[in-house]
């Protein structure tokens, strides 16, 4: 659910950034920066967008919000569930583990004991190799992954998480929470 409401906030706020760029307003990239274009659309003194489009950013602007609001619900609702959940509590410490990462790998992954290794666990998520060769067999000239849309959206947090923590191993700061090896 999280997922599909931070999508449709990206369209969002990619269409409201179109729209505004076509009248010369641009602001830097990052959802951190839409704020400066929401004031813009909110200010009934600003003249540089013409009043029939001015009243569809404002449509654009009030569904932004009504998402924004959803998906903090969302979020309090999956870091509610993860406290009181006792794997949640045991991933997070990970680094590179959020709130959110934690709580979608603990319902993911209800047995853990059902993977025999390491391997197996990361091939159900679909973290797997590129396979080059065929072995011998003639297969289609393209192949597709795994349609299994939680594991591909795991897949991705993992990645994300692990990168994350492997940047932040450069900051100064975060010496003291290296892990030793790595």
Same mark, same amino acid.
């Given at each position: 659910?999280?997922? +599909? $409401?931070?999508?449709?906030? !990206?369209?969002?706020?990619?269409?409201? %950034?179109?729209?505004?760029? /076509?009248?010369? #307003? &641009?602001?830097?990239?990052?959802?951190?920066?839409?704020?400066?274009?929401?004031?813009?659309?909110?200010?009934?003194?600003?003249?540089?967008?013409?009043?029939?489009?001015?009243?569809? +950013? $404002?449509?654009?602007?009030? !569904?932004?919000?009504?998402?924004?609001? %959803?998906?903090?619900?969302? /979020?309090?609702? #999956? &870091?509610?569930?993860?406290?009181?959940?006792?794997?949640?509590?045991?991933?997070?410490?990970?680094?590179?583990?959020?709130?959110?990462?934690?709580?979608?790998?603990?319902?993911?992954?209800?047995?853990?004991?059902?993977? !025999?290794?390491?391997?197996?666990?990361?091939?159900?998520?679909?973290?797997?190799?590129?396979?080059?060769?065929?072995?011998?067999?003639?297969?289609?000239?393209?192949?597709?992954?795994?349609?299994?849309?939680?594991?591909?959206?795991?897949?991705?947090?993992?990645?994300?998480?692990?990168?994350?923590?492997?940047?932040?191993?450069?900051?100064?700061?975060?010496?003291?929470?290296?892990?030793?090896?790595?």
């Amino acid at each position: 659910m999280r997922e +599909l $409401l931070i999508k449709q906030r !990206t369209r969002l706020i990619n269409a409201l %950034r179109g729209l505004m760029a /076509e009248y010369g #307003i &641009v602001v830097a990239d990052g959802p951190q920066h839409v704020g400066e274009l929401v004031a813009i659309v909110a200010d009934p003194a600003d003249r540089r967008i013409p009043t029939p489009l001015h009243q569809g +950013l $404002l449509v654009i602007v009030e !569904t932004l919000g009504g998402l924004e609001r %959803r998906i903090e619900i969302v /979020e309090k609702q #999956i &870091v509610g569930w993860g406290r009181g959940n006792q794997t949640c509590r045991h991933l997070i410490i990970i680094p590179g583990y959020g709130p959110i990462l934690s709580s979608a790998m603990a319902a993911i992954v209800v047995n853990p004991a059902a993977f !025999t290794s390491g391997r197996h666990f990361s091939a159900s998520l679909g973290l797997v190799p590129r396979q080059e060769g065929t072995g011998g067999k003639s297969l289609p000239s393209r192949r597709r992954g795994s349609s299994s849309a939680p594991s591909a959206s795991a897949a991705t947090a993992i990645c994300a998480g692990c990168w994350s923590t492997a940047r932040c191993r450069c900051c100064p700061a975060s010496a003291a929470s290296r892990i030793p090896g790595w």
